[in-house]
């Protein structure tokens, strides 16, 4: 899953069998005791974390075209996974796909965070309020350099830069 | 990760290491944060020495 055959994975189009192969793993990881995921956190690397934020954004997009919110909560819990080791900040421009979708989606965005949260460290459910209590200008797409697009005719959130 | 301000010269900044994997994300084809703020300081004429970004005054 890892190594060059997989650079660009957030770029493919959506959906992809690496997703379902994610999707399972943070399943699994989310079966863990708090401590083993605590352990498991501790040991993901930057190119996992990369992966995982990749497979963030795209569940996002994903959900909106589904009006599924379960997947949101699979984003989140893939950018919340390694406890923020790696550059949070890069996870935090992507909050706002996931709060955009959600509004999307007719959810309340406090209770779609709260619920990925749950099974996170505190530190990331911090991350994830602190989000939510931004103005709506520092949580919008604009701000956080992503815009409304389409891919093959289907929803997909891209990147502005 | 990222950039520090240096607390004693509060124009000078303090990053982290430059490699290939702090500058280009390789899963989603695009510059990391930490490039971006790179090449910001850069525009504005700041120059790297080390691991330390000068101000132009400097």
Not at chain 1, 1 to 18: A, C, E, F, V
Not at chain 1, 58 to 86: F, K, P, T, W, Y
Request: hydrophobic share 35%.
């Amino acid at each position: 899953m890892l190594g060059s055959s997989t650079d660009g994975y957030g770029t493919w189009p959506i959906p992809d069998p690496l997703d379902q192969r994610i999707r399972s793993l943070i399943k699994s990881w989310g079966n863990l005791s708090e401590q083993d995921r605590e352990r498991e956190a501790a040991i993901i690397t930057e190119e996992q974390a990369a992966m995982l934020r990749a497979y963030s954004e795209r569940m996002a997009s994903l959900a909106v075209r589904n009006e599924d919110r379960r997947l949101l909560i699979l984003g989140l819990l893939a950018l919340g996974i390694d406890g923020g080791s790696v550059d949070w900040r890069e996870d935090i421009l992507l909050l706002c796909l996931h709060l955009d979708a959600a509004r999307k989606l007719g959810a309340v965005p406090e209770d779609v965070f709260c619920e990925a949260g749950r099974i996170l460290p505190p530190k990331v459910t911090n991350v994830f309020m602190e989000f939510l209590n931004r103005s709506p200008e520092d949580q919008s797409l604009e701000a956080m350099g992503y815009e409304e697009a389409s891919d093959e005719g289907e929803f997909r959130y891209r990147r502005t830069w | 990760m990222g950039l520090t301000p240096i607390p004693d010269d509060p124009y000078s900044i303090f990053g982290s290491p430059q490699t290939r994997s702090t500058l280009w994300d390789a899963k989603n084809n695009r510059s990391t944060v930490f490039a971006r703020e790179l090449d910001q300081l850069k525009a504005a004429g700041y120059k790297q020495q080390g691991d330390y970004m000068l101000p132009p005054s400097n």
